[in-house]
T-cell receptor
Framework: NAGVMQNPRHLVRRRGQEARLRCSPM?????VYWYRQLPEEGLKFMVY????????ESGMPKERFSAEFPKEGPSILRIQQVVRGDSAAYFC???????????????FGPGTRLTVL | AQTVTQSQPEMSVQEAETVTLSCTYD???????LFWYKQPPSRQMILVIR??????QNATENRFSVNFQKAAKSFSLKISDSQLGDTAMYFC?????????????FGKGTLLTVNP
């Protein structure tokens, strides 16, 4: 019963390159969330996706960042033209159906640590 | 906007002793959930314990318990009989119930070191 999987675990990019981070949710989960953890900080919400839909991207930087969750395959967080300030740990979480009331427990992956040289 | 504050950047405790980590939060909502997550050196985020705001009874999970003071907006974590494996960053987190009940807000964390 695999948990949330993220790859790669570590990614090194030079300034100006593209970074692609992948997340496979737990089996039976169709809701995916991305969080970013800057050094010495807690996790900050970036985006919430369902299959083929972006539900809430209020935490995403306006430029260079995009996310998708296609009908088939993992969710992808894409960062174009990376800068040093993008260096962080990026965590993916997933949950089952999201109810309007109550709690939708999110299960976290191990994260991808992005280092921009 | 909700905020979560953890005022202790670092703490240490001797093995087998008890330690309490502090957390305060700010919200205008009445229904919400609070969590403590553990992040060991592996960086995996692990849910330790959660509390529903509408429940007066404090949550407990084995050696972990919380002191939830709704009026004071305080949510501290007590770890009893500390073990070396408890060494980790601990994050307090908040989420509303209802509309945006998926957007977790985290504090900056407390680094707990358990000494032998």
């Amino acid at each position: 019963n695999a948990g949330v999987m993220q790859n790669p675990r570590h990614l090194v990019r030079r300034r100006g390159q593209e970074a692609r981070l992948r997340c496979s949710p737990m089996k039976g989960h169709s809701h995916v969330y991305w969080y970013r953890q800057l050094p010495e900080e807690g996790l900050k919400f970036m985006v919430y996706l369902q299959k083929e839909n972006i539900i809430d991207e209020s935490g995403m930087p306006k430029e260079r960042f995009s996310a998708e969750f296609p009908k088939e395959g993992p969710s992808i967080l894409r960062i174009q033209q990376v800068v040093r300030g993008d260096s962080a740990a990026y965590f993916c979480a997933s949950s089952r159906i999201v109810s309007r009331e109550g709690i939708n427990e999110q299960f976290f992956g191990p994260g991808t640590r992005l280092t921009v040289l | 906007a909700q905020t979560v504050t953890q005022s202790q950047p670092e703490m240490s405790v001797q093995e087998a002793e008890t330690v309490t980590l502090s957390c305060t939060y700010d919200t205008s909502e009445n229904n919400y959930y609070l969590f403590w997550y553990k992040q060991p050196p592996s960086r995996q985020m692990i849910l330790v314990i959660r509390q529903e705001a509408y429940k007066q009874q404090n949550a407990t999970e084995n050696r972990f318990s919380v002191n939830f003071q709704k009026a004071a907006k305080s949510f501290s974590l007590k770890i009893s009989d500390s073990q070396l494996g408890d060494t980790a960053m601990y994050f307090c987190a908040f989420v509303n119930s209802g509309g945006s009940n998926y957007k977790l807000t985290f504090g900056k964390g407390t680094l707990l070191t358990v000494n032998p």
